[in-house]
């Protein structure tokens, strides 16, 4: 039955009636909507924080990397200063022993000779032919004024022994090259220094590990013995070396203002006076003894310095008048440094209560001519008084009493 107009009314009116799906308001919308605002404002408050944490962490890190990266740069520059600094030490040690060798292979003290009287217009070349006639010659050097630059007519050969030096001198002196007659004799290139100033308290040992260390070559050392006081030395040594260069390359570091003895700062000189010296003179075995009683015999003598090493001859020239109870002797060893031994102990010296003076005997000169069969010769005269043929050791320096005498024969250079 079909539904009437009425009935579609009322169904109409039935729908109204019925409730619709609820609708937020707008204020309920609103509120909803500050809500999530104030959620959204909160996270990204949070984020920001977190981002600040984590921005100042990094920094943090940042910095702990550079700091350790600073201190790893900084260890690396220390390692490399310390590599360098070891480096440069290496190189000096490595050069100190380079030249110390160098210098020990050049031709020992005793190889050079005196070539007096030759050509003015002679050649290093011309002499060095002349004197490779006797054996093998490492160095030729013509004496030139300094201003002038002309020769001075005589000049310095260095050959490869003390032999050949020798030899050269009996072969060569009084021939003749390019028509002039040469003279050929021995040259003492100076090769004992002088050291003053040194502590009173060194022993011997004390002296000879401080020139050990400075330079190679070192054949003796002589630090005397002050008589009034044993335990004390006297404030000075002599250092005697293989050969000239040594003791120059010596003299040289010990010049230098920082080396030190000790405190003290030492004054370095040649041992030998430029214008004297001679082979004779620097190598004297005997021992002068002032102070011996009247009745001093050789055997008695010779027993009393024999302990210090061979004792090879005893003199005793005849008492003069009115010194008979202060005679004087010779005591001559076979060795030099038996000679510098005695010499050490001269406060131990005694006879009857007679303390002894006791001193390393001077050559006296032979005054033959220049370049003349003798001139290489030196004797000791057993004569009075002692300052015909001998010296006492004394003086600041002591040289002339310690065998550096002149004969004034035999030519010096410094």
């Not at 160098?102 to 290093?124: K, R, W």
């Not at 001679?278 to 015999?297: E, M, R």
Request: proline share 5%.
């Amino acid at each position: 039955m079909p539904r009437t107009r009425g009935n579609a009314t009322a169904e109409a009116a039935d729908k109204q009636d019925e409730p619709e799906n609820p609708v937020e308001s707008e204020e309920g919308v609103d509120l909803d909507g500050d809500n999530e605002q104030e959620e959204i404002m909160e996270e990204e408050v949070e984020y920001e924080e977190v981002e600040e944490e984590e921005e100042v962490e990094e920094i943090e890190e940042e910095e702990e990397v550079e700091e350790e990266v600073e201190e790893e740069e900084e260890i690396e520059e220390d390692v490399n200063e310390d590599d360098a600094q070891k480096g440069s030490d290496s190189e000096e040690e490595e050069d100190d022993l380079k030249k110390r060798a160098e210098l020990m292979a050049l031709p020992p003290h005793g190889s050079e000779v005196y070539l007096g009287g030759i050509p003015n217009d002679a050649t290093e070349e011309d002499l060095k032919r002349f004197c490779e006639s006797v054996g093998e010659v490492t160095e030729v050097r013509i004496m030139k004024g300094k201003d002038s630059g002309e020769a001075k007519g005589y000049a310095f050969v260095t050959f490869r022994s003390k032999e050949l030096a020798s030899k050269a001198i009996e072969d060569l002196n009084n021939t003749e090259l390019q028509g002039k007659k040469i003279r050929c004799s021995t040259s003492q290139a100076n090769h004992r220094l002088f050291i003053g100033n040194v502590p009173r308290s060194w022993e011997e040992e004390d002296m000879k590990n401080v020139v050990m260390k400075i330079g190679p070559g070192v054949i003796s050392v002589e630090l005397l013995k002050d008589p009034q006081n044993t335990s004390r030395n006297r404030g000075f040594a002599f250092i005697e070396y293989y050969n000239h260069a040594c003791a120059e390359y010596s003299r040289k570091k010990m010049s230098n203002p920082k080396f030190k003895l000790d405190d003290n700062a030492p004054t370095v000189s040649w041992a030998d006076p430029k214008n004297a010296g001679s082979s004779a003179a620097s190598q004297v075995k005997a021992v002068y003894v002032k102070n011996l009683p009247k009745d001093i015999t050789q055997d008695h003598l010779r027993q009393l310095f024999e302990h210090h090493g061979k004792v090879t001859k005893v003199v005793l020239p005849p008492a003069k008048a009115g010194h008979e109870n202060s005679r004087f002797g010779f005591v001559h060893f076979a060795e030099r440094s038996s000679a510098m031994k005695a010499l050490k102990n001269t406060e131990k010296y005694e006879i009857d209560g007679q303390v002894l003076e006791c001193s390393l005997a001077k050559p006296q000169a032979d005054q033959k001519s220049f370049g003349g069969p003798n001139s290489q010769k030196s004797v000791l005269h057993p004569t009075f008084p002692p300052r015909l043929g001998y010296g006492l050791i004394g003086g600041t320096y002591g040289a002339l009493g310690a065998g550096y005498g002149a004969t004034g024969f035999a030519q010096v250079r410094g």
